[in-house]
């Protein structure tokens, strides 16, 4: 059974640092592209960053200089780095991963991470 377990999520002062975690567990054979989404009260579900199996990343332009996304494939683990917060940084983060694995050996699948609640406050 494959799961995404996402870490790391909590109270954050402004201008503080925090960094996510989101492990795919179970049975995996390949992971291809994955990404952090985040959801704020009242507010549809944004992409704050992707990359891709190789490396190659892109953020949202909101957290360019802030954030880093990067990966350990031999791990199956995805990294978000998120410095210098500010309170729009606030919402549910979703990890999301496409991947070959469990019972869909042959073809690729699109999971979800349960989400981890990421709080900017003073």
């Known amino acids: 059974q494959v799961q995404l377990v996402e870490s790391g999520g909590g109270l954050v002062q402004p201008g503080g640092s925090l960094r996510l975690s989101c492990a795919a567990t179970?049975?995996?054979?390949?992971?291809?592209?994955m990404g952090w989404y985040r959801q704020a009260p009242g507010k549809q579900r944004e992409l704050v960053a992707s990359?891709?199996?190789?490396?190659?990343?892109n953020l949202a332009d909101s957290v360019k200089g802030r954030f880093t996304i990067s990966r350990d494939n031999a791990k199956n683990t995805l990294y978000l780095q998120m410095n210098t917060l500010k309170p729009e940084d606030a919402a549910v983060y979703y990890c999301?991963?496409?991947?070959?694995?469990?019972?869909?050996?042959?073809?690729?699948?699109?999971?979800w991470g349960q989400g981890t609640q990421v709080t900017v406050s003073s």
């Open positions: 179970g049975s995996i054979f390949v992971i291809n592209a």
């Open positions: 999301n991963a496409d991947l070959r694995g469990g019972e869909h050996y042959f073809t690729f699948r699109t999971y």
């Open positions: 990359i891709t199996r190789s490396g190659s990343t």
